[in-house]
């Protein structure tokens, strides 16, 4: 019921002591969803996983759904959530919303371990102007030069867009 649970390195990575500590974990997340105000949610440092993501989708949906943006900032630093996590919260945010495009102010995804697929993801409904994130941090993400170049081609092709920019950027 603690509103962070600190863990030390020794005792953070793996599987066992997720799973022993899941419940916890989960309580914590889905307290701040359900505490989202519509601008800002802040997820980082519950050493959620890409198993605990997909926990939380539905609750992610319901949230962004309830409060259609634009997003101030969402955080997810200090998560191990991998790929599947960033596919979740991207499917969360735009899954449902198909006239107006998603914007973003501030995407936190430092230290998540999103990697190259995680890039595809986030970047996939950049593409066709579904998604705006005007500050993205990406640092300690386990990304190649490969992954980079995708995000600059993606993020290229979003902040030049033929429309004009969409409510809030």
Known sequence: ERPRIALSDLEKSDAVNWNIMAGALLAN????????NGETLDLSGLYLSRTAMRFLAGALHDAFDAAPGPYLQITLTDNPVGSAGVEA???ALCSRRRCDPVVVNCLELQKTGIG???IDKLVAPMWGGGLW?????????????????????????AWAPAEPWPKGI
């Open 116 to 118: 190259a697929r995680g």
């Open 89 to 91: 919260l991207v499917d």
């Open 29 to 36: 997340a889905e307290a701040r969803i359900k505490d989202f």
């Open 133 to 157: 994130i005007k500050n993205l941090y990406l640092n300690d993400c386990s990304l190649g030069d490969d992954a980079v170049q995708t995000l600059v081609r993606a993020l290229g092709q």
